[in-house]
């Protein structure tokens, strides 16, 4: 009988112990997507239908991550234009919501098509504008955001069937929503189209490094007719944050993004009556056990902490292995990370692209520090990165303690931290041992055992023998620390509703 | 001859035991001629944070048990409270003997609160879960679960219907509870905690406190173990709570103290007071051989 | 045995081997994979109605898959080898000559189904080495496979190999009668412990209704390398059947790239059992030589004759 697979040392030590050579016999050629992005040089407010001019007349210069190239100037919303744009969302708003929902609904239809029509061009912009692997803006952050239109438009018309007994069901009535750089267009999506199926208005602001997709899709709300100043989209930094959270048009105050700023939009919203919900950050345990199909669990590790560049709230950061398989699952994650591609985003076989932004670059690299400092160990293939532009490469640390920074807070970036654990009590023990609770990771091959953990971890959303998955029919969202409210699915629209 | 009766000394109860407030403070309490009653325990922080202390230890057990087994728990407690309608009625209302209708009237309403809610234990779920339809080959499904422990915050008014109005919806999915009385009518909840103690409700799954607002909503708003906050409060409290719940993002679910609330309306219940306090968990699993 | 290979999970296969058809291959990245898999070829015929005649031309085709009106000949490789029925061995080694670079590979072992008694399916081996056959490509026994009796399984493959002597040996599981990847990488563990260095597992006959996949040639390929790492003895991999473009040719040759990694770019090690794949690999060669695109009877042996 064959024993198991790399479990044991060669029983040979004096010969050197085999290696797999991934070198470069075959190289891949550049492969650029040389889809036209359609960028305008300068990219005025949305509001009220219209592209309008900031009051104050400033502009910034959005970036691309990836070559530090600018891209286009956006401009800056100060208190003046927010207002202006919550004022084209109340307007709008009784009309909006009168309208049948079989009407609010065919609107969102036509945004879902007219996204799918554009879908290549907006993926180039969202490469060139954020960073990520044009293979996902591609195959990820565009259909799935042209499928949450699509799916929200046909809540629209069932908002009875979707709460039952309750009296009535109204909007809460304008919107503002904050919403991250990491899946720009997605997020949005996440946001507008349950808000807009429900009857809502909305001030929507982008994340300052991502505001371009947002801007194009202003084109596409324009080519759907949805009526003006449905939606509203103001641009620019942290006091554009502060001021649309702030405005008292606001019934409600949608967010995504740090824990840290969803504390202060709390605070900045308390005895105001707004309702809020707030998807907030995370530090998710991945945990694998000695059962698990572990190539399989390999690659949901790599797809847990490196899609995205590890930009993701719900990324498997915290890697927790049963010590039985450890020495396996670690030597074939080395294996792993050295197939993949770190550089240029708009090429079609780059597996991590740019890091977002110089500061966030900043940041990883500080909590790596961090962790070295503390005493893990840091495991980075061989891999060339561009001069220019902010880059990191796929990094693993082993010999992480819990009290380590590295396996406490959230790193955002391809980082992923590696603990073992003994049995299922300790497994779920340290996966419940932080204050975030968004997601968690299952690897095991005994059915019972993934009920059972699943029950136990105190987390939104759990894969098992998967991560990272998404879809616009599953609720998403925290427990915890990691914020409240939901978004998918029957349960993300009830956050967008009254309840009489 | 008469005898000198012997009178109960209102106690507090959390963690399935009677105390008096850690801090052995109390403050007298009197009937509506003014006829003095006893002395209510002034709960301090302490109290509080050894309640919800006995709350998290009673919620895993709490929450796991069957969803059958709780609705039958809440059932023999509205039993209990039903069969002590008269002790019950007159601790509404001591020293007013005409104000005895309107109490058992109350009585007789918390009963039918708790049948309501004991009846939701195995039902909530069917409504609140879901299987849902993803575009991959996966079987999604989002499940609720309970918050933890969860703050109440009772208002002056029907100081057992609106207390209990409060738990029922929070102990019915798994919830533990520590909650706050009638600031003005504390008295009740005393009673009640004797009531709760000889039901079957496992100890610490509800822990009832007495005291002032002012005093303990700040630890209400930042104790990051409360998970939860479901009450009615001012606007000034409100604002309070929120600035303070920031910290440990606490799930809020507060009513204005300024509107009345009818609690005598069937409005007041139903399946919403419990999704307010449970979460939504969705799991992914591959279908494949 | 399960307990101690692991699981593996199918959902999670065909995930991680999507990915590799996102692979764009382009320019000198793409002429390298083509004639790469040019050379992996074992081009086959496997049929009832083949002839001496037949076998005969699939040799030419094998040593030059295509002439170019003066290009350099050596443009185009040979393919790696032929593979026929035992009884065309001896026409095929006679086309091929006594030393030729083009292997001849047959499958004996009462291919497909197997379902001959042992005695006879050695015989068959021994016969095919002897009509000079330089590999053999033996199938399994599935029933004893599907029936648990995995000592039996591994037995026989003992037995062929043996009877193979100097030939290299290639074991084809029938992954469609297996089903599950499970099952698949269980076989790829019975067999690899066996097999020496130069011998090959293999997918399938080609004769059932799903062969080569992507996701089986995962699990395989991913039992090689676990074998490898664990006592250095490299054995290689053959898809077949079902692999007719380029497009998928490359592919393939992505996941042994990002899986077994360079050592395995190499007929040496990889093969891929197929017959019109040949011709829809030159003919995306000559369109990146002329820039044109090909018809396909522009190229021999062409079944296509629109």
Known sequence: MPAAPAAKKSRRPSRPAPELIFGDLWEFDPAPETADPKLKPRYDLFIGGAFVAPAAGRYFD????????????????DERDVDAAYAAARRAQPGWERLSGAERGKYLYRLARLLQDRAREF???????????????????????????????????KLDYAFPGARSISAHGVVGQVIPWNFPLLMLAWKLAPALATGNTVVLKPAETTSITALKLAEILQEAELPPGVVNFVTGAGETGAAVVAHPAAAKIAFTGSTEVGRRIMRATAGTGKKLTLELGGKAANIVFDDAPLDQAVEGIVNGIFFNQGHVCCAGSRLLVQEGVADTVIAKLKQRIRVLRVGDPIDKNTDIGAINSREQLERIRRLVDAGVKEGATLHQPPCRLPAKGFYFQPSLFTDVQQSHRIAREEIFGPVLSILTFRTVDEAIEKANNTAYGLSAGVWTDKGSRILKMSTELKAGVVWANTYNKFDPASPFGGYKESGFGREGGRHGLADYVKLG | MTRLPITKTPKVYVGGAFIRSESGRTFPFKDARGAFVGHIPQCTRKDLRNAVEAAAKAGPGWARRTAYNRGQILYRLAEMIEARTGELAAALTPGQPKGVAAATREIGACVDRMIHYAGWADKYEQLLGSVNPVAAPYFNFTVTEPMGVVGILAPAEAPLLALLSLIAPAIVSGNTVVALASEPNPYPATVLGEVLATSDLPAGVVNLLTGFRKELIPTFATHAHLRALSGVTSAEETKALQIGAADSIKRLHLQPAESPIDWYDPRVQGLYPIRNLVEFKTTWHPVGA | MLDEMGPVDAVGVEERVAKYGTRSIKKAAKLFGLKLAVSMVDLTTLEGKDTPGKVAALCVKARTPHEIAGGDPAQIPMVAAVCVYPAMVRHARRALGASSSVKIAS????????????????????????????????VINRGAFLAGEFGRVQDEIAAVLEACGPAALKVIFETSELETYDNIRLASFLALRLLRPGDFIKTSTGKTSSNATLGNNQVMIEAIRDHYLQTGVAIGMKPAGGIRTAKQALTFLVAVKETLGDAWLTNRRY????????????????????????????????????
């Not at chain 3, 030159?282 to 396909?296: D, N």
């Open chain 1, 62 to 77: 959005s970036i691309n991550p990836a070559n530090e190239q600018k891209l286009a100037e956006i401009a800056v919303a």
């Open chain 1, 123 to 157: 993926a180039v912009a969202e490469t060139l504008d954020g960073g990520k692997p044009i293979k996902e803006s591609r195959d990820f952050d565009v259909p799935m955001s042209a499928a949450h239109f699509f799916y929200h438009a046909g809540w629209a018309d």
């Open chain 3, 107 to 138: 499958v004996a072992t009462a291919f497909p189904s197997g379902q001959a008694p042992l005695r006879t399916r050695l015989a068959e081996v021994r016969a095919a080495v002897a009509d000079g056959a330089d590999e053999v490509d033996m």
């Open chain 3, 271 to 306: 093969r891929f059992g197929a017959s019109s794949l040949l011709n829809d690999l030159l003919r995306q060669l000559e369109k990146e030589r002329t820039g044109a695109y090909q018809a396909p009877y522009a190229f021999s042996e062409a079944t296509e004759s629109y």
